[in-house]
């Protein structure tokens, strides 16, 4: 982790938030190459879910609610994580989350002085940020940024279903900012208060939610796969009936084997009727759906895949990076599937002069029309070729003394290492079979 970690920030993936004023607590700021791939994921995200299919539309709900659709939800009284402080030590902990409360701060703060915490009973804290709307901070105006995106899908369900003519079963979909005061956030972009959730409801005819739950379970695993994380660094863990939230009938989670452990990426949720059931009954507003075909009135049930958007950047990376001795050197790769790579090529003239600037710049404007390019003529060619590796730049197209005579170059693969001699006319046939 902490070689990626230094790696993101050298060459702009990822920053510290506010970093000039020592960093704010868990936020992250994407850099120039971070924002390309967060993007490159919420786009085969979108893809997949919204664009390919017939039965999913897309919605882009605002971050500020209706204070009520909070309480209806359930995450006034219940979006609370038991949280624990040391009396010892004073570290906090969420108290789900200590297995045998050895202190885990003990190392560095208290070095021989305890050997396990001495935890207070826990109290329950909600992890809902607050603020107000309007002038006046009082309590009639205070309002949430949402803990996830979900709750703007089932309130405007009936406006998506009329406005797009769909019939169940269907979905919605969107990606946005959701926000949690977590107690311990950490590890880089997996836990922070501030994150990006990609969201997907869909409504099914009550009776038909436990099939679409396993429907919905095979579709989400398989697009890991496709993302091009390795299947064995891939599990699922299905919830005890403790640990159910306080929607769910059933819930299984998709984890990711991190550095610091099998970790959550994104949760298949069978939420039966419980968010329609209660907006209903708080906003007194009709929420049914008419059957025509079987002409009833009925709530829907809904099951729920929610995916964030920078813990599957992380298991990109982290999945993707890797270390390789050659001749002698340390060459650092991130091995991204070319679709999620920041930069599909660089355009790079061998030498400065003998038309190879002018040839390797003409190349460079016409790819770039069509996909994200770098053009580097600065330095050895073989520093320019790691410098590629390290941000995972998938093929590397050199413009050499033969180009000028035999129109073509070189295009080198970033895995193999293999280079292919192309003509200059193929090389954009060429990177866009291979992307
Ligand atoms: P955890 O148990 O890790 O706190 P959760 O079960 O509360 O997660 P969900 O409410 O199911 O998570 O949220 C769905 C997805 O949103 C998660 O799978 C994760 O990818 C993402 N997510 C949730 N909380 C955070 C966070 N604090 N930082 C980054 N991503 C998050």
Redesign the pocket.
């Known amino acids: 982790m902490e070689k990626l970690v230094s790696l993101c920030k050298r060459r702009g993936f990822v920053f510290q938030s506010s970093e000039i004023y020592g960093g704010l607590g ?1 936020v992250w700021d994407y850099g120039p190459l971070g924002a390309e791939l967060k993007k490159n994921v919420k786009d085969r995200w979108w893809n997949s879910m919204v664009r390919v299919r017939d039965d999913i539309e897309g919605l882009d709900a605002a971050i500020l609610m209706h204070p009520k659709v909070w309480e209806a939800s359930g995450h006034v009284s219940g979006f609370t ?1 038991p949280m624990v402080d040391c009396k010892t030590c004073k570290a906090r902990f969420r108290a789900d989350k200590l297995l045998d409360a050895p202190c885990p701060q003990k190392p560095s703060k208290h070095p021989g002085e305890h050997t396990t915490c001495e935890l207070t009973e826990p109290r329950m804290f909600n992890l809902m940020f607050k603020t107000f709307m309007g002038p006046v901070e009082e309590s009639a105006a205070v309002v949430y940024l949402r ?2 995106t979900a709750q703007g899908i089932y309130v405007n369900y009936l406006n998506v279903l009329q406005s797009s003519r769909q019939k169940l079963p269907f979905g919605i979909a969107q990606i946005g900012k ?1 926000f ?1 005061n ?1 107690i311990t ?1 950490g590890n880089f ?5 501030e ?3 990609m ?1 997907m409801q869909f409504f099914v005819k009550p009776g038909e939610e436990a099939e679409w739950f396993e429907r919905w379970r095979a579709i989400r695993l398989a697009w890991h796969h496709e993302l091009g994380l390795r299947p064995e660094k891939l599990q699922w863990h299905q919830h005890a009936d403790t640990e159910l ?1 306080h929607y769910a009938r059933a ?1 299984y ?2 984890e990711y084997e991190f550095p610091f452990g099998w ?5 298949v ?1 069978n939420r039966g009727d419980f968010d329609l059931t209660n907006h209903q009954q708080a906003s007194g507003k009709k929420l049914e759906y008419f059957d025509q075909a079987a002409n009833t009135r009925y709530l829907p049930n809904i099951v729920e895949t ?7 950047t992380l298991a990109v990376m982290v999945d993707a990076f890797r270390e390789e001795q050659v001749e002698g050197e340390t060459r650092t790769v991130l091995g991204f599937h070319p679709s999620l790579a920041p930069i599909k090529a660089a355009v790079l003239p061998l030498v400065n002069k003998d038309a190879m600037p002018e040839l390797a710049t003409e190349l460079y404007n016409n790819l770039r029309k069509r996909f994200p390019v770098f053009y580097d003529d600065g330095g050895a060619i073989g520093r320019r070729y790691r410098r590629m590796d390290e941000v995972g730049t998938p093929f590397c197209i050199t413009i050499d003394g033969q180009t000028a005579a035999e129109r073509s170059v070189t295009i080198r693969d970033r895995d193999t290492m293999a280079q292919d001699r192309v003509g200059l006319d193929h090389v954009a046939a060429f990177l866009s079979e291979r992307l």
């Open positions: 868990s994580d803990p996830e959701a949690r977590e956030p972009i997996f836990r922070t208060r994150f990006e959730q969201e939230a819930a989670d998709i970790n959550e990426i994104e949760g949720h929610s995916a964030g958007a920078d813990r599957i």
